[in-house]
């Protein structure tokens, strides 16, 4: 009876895995998992049901045979996450029992290296399930076990906490890179013995198995060397699928830089994360390669205007790390020979040991010995000869210890990571103050970022959300579009970009917008809410209500979906469908300040001026920078009889955004009605400056003077102001106008009582049977006919 | 008797044109539609339609009446009626009432037309009370009396149209901003 032998099955299915031939990896999973028991089969096969796309299966299946992999159980979680079953996925996580839940140290001890991913995941739950508090913790401590996880310090972020970036990114807490990077050597249920991936270096060069590459199971030999020998896109093949997916990002930077040293051979510098960015102060500036690959001479070059630090002890964790930059400078083979020392993070702390890997562990201990040798004397002349086996520098070669060598690791993948490490911290503490919507230096932050890093789509497209949240909604348009123009593909942050396109009312590019994203991306929200927005814009409500709902099934857990489906509802006078999505949308980001802010809008519309006040009020503590929110703020204690507050209020909007017209147009507004009119002359007439084709400017003006007595300007104002409003958008400008054009302001005979705009009661009915541009000839014959139906 | 109406000489109203410049909401959707009488085929879809060439046919004695039922109470501005003489000759209302109210029993007349050979969209602009904008849940178009005293009538469209609201917050209520540079600072979305 034929075995299937555990071993080469698994490498199969992990290379077709990596390959994303999902049907012949379950397939030949499934085999497996019939003829071998084992909880690393089981995991095998759950993550070929998860990468397939069918967490339904993965999850059917991990629950019936419950592995005890920490990695399976993470999986399991996950599906139980995705499924929305949050109190299973709690339970696996952080279970025990009711009386004594675990604590978030009880998690990492049990999930071992998952543990900081465990933890992410258990943070969000804890987000699904309003609970802030425990959230933040877990958040803390999944990026205090690995600081790579980036959407760990978003949620904190999002959460509301101020964390500072320079504390979070940084590997100077790190015992290991076992959380990041996956342990050494294949953790458990992981990867299958590598020992056939461990490729020979083909030509003398010395290929270099990349360095994570024992925690992924799909090993792609990559030369370190410059000479540009590889293809720049190899490096990439680095990362590859692994069971731990979120590590590949970290591989996937890592496979970056190296990937773009080598297509800079021969350049001056080499731009990316194992490199000092040229404009951050460093010494030198010159690209500090991270003892991974120095693929030229020239950078070799560079390396020899730095000093050389030798040995490992030496090396501080910072960006001026000499002793990273000398060893990479002094030969190409030493680096990668510390590109295999940081492989075996610490032999001894494997958690699983396979025959298989102690193949590995041992060569590199040569070389690590050969390394060690080359640090003692770095020299920085460029080794003309990759690839040989030799150290070219002289032997005061020791044999360290395991110890040392642990230690001598770990520093080598602290300084390899330093580089990203700066570039997470920058751009940390960028979100960090858009977050707490300090905008403006959020933009100072971001625009200070290296130009590689700054253009691309996501740094400008959080530029342009920073402009959005100012309300410059001009300039956020700009920054869009040039996100649009880099990566055309990207759909996060594109409803942003609808959005701002719909309050500057370009409908030619909001529909193009739509029309392209619809091409791209159907399953999305953001691209339903960019078609909502477009339709909204044609006063199509209908429709655009039917796309933003569709924009909600997509993603329920999209809180602005909500909120301008509420917005919508608004515009329909659905008033109480209109709360509820508010609601909702508050209910799944309490810091969306635009549902708070529409809920203050319903308020107001049903004139109950407190609570709308109250709302509009904690939409402003959110986000203390709009002028628009401080805006209705003022109109509402205005209407509340608050007129001081109201006016403190809308002196502190202009004060803090003067290019908004409307905060001067209340203020005057409020002098209006207080009977300052002097002082509301003055606010319009700069106004005037300011917005020279508001008609209703003029109409205030003239508003103005027929309280002052003008007569004669108030009819100007008043003519000019019709003048201005050409598609006679606005009804009540007729209203209150003509009894002023017609008659003059002392005439009221004719006029019906309708208490008007300022207490005024020159208001003649509304009757639309003639077009809106009618003019007085006509009225006369109307009071005549309404005679005559009778 | 009969009168003149300048206001239909006057150049043509199109409903459809002010609900895309936004100045009026069309409501009728969120109504409840129904007809005294009508024949097979002639029914409320084809008096709301999109469609002039489809009508409304009336199958019984007068008054023939349309009732829009909303939901809840809602602001009315005006209602706009297509007729045209020249295709319907006999079948063209000639009196037209718009009455207004809670419920079938308490309907109250806010206005009684003549028409006389109309050809286009005639617009009734509904007040309510003290000259206040109409809210109602109620609304009935009653067609009293037919060209050349015909017995049916044809109807071929009808919108409801409620006045829009404004965006943002205003101390007094001037009306929407007209330039771009003011009406994008008037709300958040």
């Known amino acids: 009876m034929k075995m299937i032998i555990q071993e080469p099955v698994q490498a199969a299915i992990w290379h077709c895995l990596n390959h994303y031939a999902y049907s012949d990896a379950t397939f030949l999973a499934e085999r497996l998992c019939a003829e071998v028991q084992s909880d690393e089969s089981v995991h095998l096969l759950a993550?070929?049901?998860?990468?397939?796309?069918?967490?339904?299966?993965?999850?059917?299946?991990?629950?019936?045979?419950?592995?005890?992999?920490?990695?399976?159980?993470?999986?399991?979680?996950?599906?139980?996450?995705?499924?929305?079953?949050?109190?299973?996925?709690?339970?696996?996580?952080?279970?025990?029992?009711?009386?004594?839940?675990?604590?978030?140290?009880?998690?990492?001890g049990e999930f071992g290296d998952s543990a900081s991913l465990a933890l992410r995941l258990l943070a969000r739950i804890y987000i699904r399930t309003e609970r802030k508090a425990k959230a933040a913790e877990a958040c803390k401590k999944s990026l205090k076990l690995n600081p790579f996880l980036w959407s760990a310090f978003v949620d904190l972020c999002n959460l509301g906490e101020s964390v500072d970036s320079a504390k979070v990114f940084t590997t100077a807490g790190l015992d290991s890179f076992a959380m990041c990077q996956g342990p050494a050597g294949g953790g458990p249920g992981t990867e299958p013995a590598p020992q056939q991936h461990h490729a020979p270096a083909p030509h003398g060069v010395?290929?270099?198995?990349?360095?994570?590459?024992?925690?992924?199971?799909?090993?792609?030999?990559?030369?370190?060397?410059?000479?540009?020998?590889?293809?720049?896109?190899?490096?990439?093949?680095?990362?590859?699928?692994?069971?731990?997916?979120?590590?590949?990002?970290?591989?996937?930077?890592?496979?970056?830089?190296?990937?773009?040293?080598?297509?800079?051979?021969?350049?001056?510098?080499?731009p990316s994360f194992g490199f000092l960015p040229l404009d951050t102060p460093s010494p030198g500036g010159e690209s500090l390669p991270l003892g991974l690959l120095s693929s030229s001479p020239a950078l070799t070059n560079n390396a020899e205007t730095h000093d050389t630090k030798p040995g490992f002890g030496r090396r501080v964790l910072n960006r001026k790390d000499r002793a990273m930059l000398g060893l990479s400078g002094s030969s190409v083979k030493e680096n990668n020979k510390a590109n295999r020392l940081v492989t075996p993070k610490s032999p001894s702390r494997?958690?699983?040991?396979?025959?298989?890997?102690?193949?590995?562990?041992?060569?590199?201990?040569?070389?690590?010995?050969?390394?060690?040798?080359?640090?003692?004397?770095?020299k920085s002349e460029p080794r003309g000869r990759p690839g040989s086996e030799t150290i070219t520098s002289a032997a005061?070669?020791?044999?360290?210890?395991?110890?040392?060598?642990?230690?001598?690791?770990?520093?080598?993948?602290?300084?390899?990571?330093?580089?990203?490490?700066?570039?997470?911290r920058d751009v940390g503490a960028a979100y960090q103050q858009l977050s707490q919507f300090s905008c403006r230096r959020a933009v100072d932050l971001l625009s200070a970022l290296p130009a590689h890093q700054f253009d691309t789509g996501w740094v400008l497209s959080m530029l342009g959300k920073a402009h959005f949240e100012l309300n410059d909604y001009k300039q956020a348009v700009r920054y869009f579009q040039m996100v649009r123009e880099r990566e055309p593909y990207r759909l996060e942050t594109m409803e942003y970009y609808s959005t701002a396109l719909w309050h500057l009312q370009r409908e030619v590019e909001l529909s193009a917008l739509a029309q392209d994203l619809l091409d791209h991306g159907r399953h999305s929200a953001e691209v339903w809410c960019a078609a909502g927005n477009c339709f909204s814009l044609q006063k199509e409500h209908e429709t655009a209500i039917r796309f933003f709902t569709r924009a909600v099934q997509v993603t329920p857990q999209f809180a602005y979906g909500h909120t301008l489906l509420g917005h919508e509802y608004v515009m329909t006078e659905e008033l109480e469908k209109a709360l509820t999505c508010f609601r909702r949308a508050v209910s799944i980001d309490p810091r969306h300040y635009n549902a708070w802010y529409g809920i203050g809008m319903i308020f107001y519309k049903q004139e109950r001026y407190t609570m709308a006040e109250m709302y509009f009020k904690n939409a402003l503590d959110i986000n203390p920078q709009s002028s628009v929110l401080m805006?209705?703020?003022?109109?509402?204690?205005?209407?509340?009889?608050?007129?001081?507050?109201?006016?403190?209020?809308?002196?502190?909007?202009?004060?803090?955004?003067?290019?908004?017209?409307?905060?001067?147009?209340?203020?005057?507004?409020?002098?209006?009605?207080?009977?300052?009119?002097?002082?509301?002359?003055?606010?319009l007439l700069q106004l005037k400056q300011m917005v020279p084709n508001e008609s209703l400017v003029f109409f205030l003006l003239g508003k103005v003077h027929e309280k002052m007595g003008h007569a004669h300007l108030a009819r100007m104002h008043f003519s000019w102001a019709m003048d201005l409003d050409p598609k006679g958008a606005n009804n009540q400008l007729k209203e209150a106008i003509e009894p002023a054009i017609s008659r003059g302001p002392a005439d009221d005979d004719k006029t019906a009582g309708e208490a008007g705009v300022l207490g005024d009661s020159s208001f003649l009915p509304a009757d639309m049977t003639a077009t809106p541009e009618a003019a007085e000839p006509f009225q006369p014959i109307q009071a005549m006919e309404s005679d005559e139906s009778l | 008797m009969i009168t003149m109406l300048p206001s239909e000489a006057v150049e043509e109203y199109d409903p459809y044109k002010e609900e895309r410049l936004g100045r009026v909401r069309e409501v009728g959707n969120q109504a409840v539609w129904s007809l005294s009488t009508c024949?097979?085929?002639?029914?409320?879809?084809?008096?709301?339609?999109?469609?002039?060439?489809?009508?409304?046919?009336?199958d019984g004695p007068q008054p023939h009446l349309i009732n829009i039922q909303f939901k809840r109470k809602t602001t009315v501005q005006q209602v706009c009626i297509y007729s045209d003489f020249k295709q319907d000759e006999s079948y063209t209302p000639n009196r037209v009432s718009i009455r207004a109210g809670t419920s079938f029993h308490d309907l109250r007349e806010l206005e009684v037309r003549e028409l006389s050979e109309p050809s286009g969209w005639l617009v009734f602009a509904l007040r309510g009370a003290d000259d206040r904008p109409l809210r109602t849940y109620h609304l009935q178009i009653a067609v009293i009396t037919n060209h050349q005293n015909g017995r049916d009538t044809h109807m071929r469209q009808v919108r409801v149209h409620a006045p829009v609201e404004q965006r943002g917050v205003t101390v007094q209520p001037v009306g929407s901003f007209v330039s771009v540079e003011c009406s994008q600072y008037a709300c958040l979305r």
Request: glycine share 8%.
């Open chain 1, 47 to 108: 993550t070929c049901y998860y990468r397939s796309g069918r967490p339904g299966q993965a999850h059917t299946l991990l629950h019936s045979r419950q592995p005890r992999l920490p990695a399976a159980r993470y999986l399991l979680a996950l599906c139980c996450f995705e499924l929305d079953r949050l109190a299973e996925a709690e339970s696996i996580l952080s279970g025990g029992s009711i009386l004594k839940p675990k604590g978030h140290d009880d998690v990492s």
């Open chain 1, 350 to 378: 494997k958690i699983k040991t396979r025959s298989s890997k102690t193949a590995l562990t041992t060569p590199n201990f040569n070389e690590l010995n050969e390394k060690n040798r080359s640090e003692r004397q770095l």
């Open chain 1, 631 to 683: 805006c209705h703020v003022g109109v509402v204690q205005h209407n509340l009889q608050k007129t001081d507050a109201a006016l403190l209020t809308l002196n502190r909007a202009i004060a803090l955004d003067p290019a908004n017209p409307l905060c001067k147009f209340h203020r005057a507004s409020v002098f209006l009605s207080s009977e300052r009119l002097q002082e509301a002359l003055d606010e």
């Open chain 2, 39 to 58: 024949k097979p085929g002639f029914g409320v879809d084809q008096l709301r339609d999109l469609s002039l060439e489809t009508y409304w046919q009336s």
């Open chain 1, 396 to 424: 005061d070669a020791k044999p360290l210890t395991g110890q040392q060598l642990q230690v001598a690791a770990l520093t080598i993948q602290r300084g390899s990571a330093e580089g990203l490490m700066s570039l997470l």
């Open chain 1, 206 to 270: 010395g290929h270099v198995t990349n360095v994570n590459i024992t925690s992924t199971p799909y090993q792609t030999p990559v030369t370190a060397l410059g000479g540009g020998a590889l293809p720049p896109g190899c490096g990439l093949t680095v990362s590859k699928a692994t069971p731990d997916s979120e590590k590949d990002a970290v591989r996937g930077k890592q496979a970056l830089f190296r990937s773009q040293l080598n297509s800079t051979v021969g350049s001056p510098y080499s």
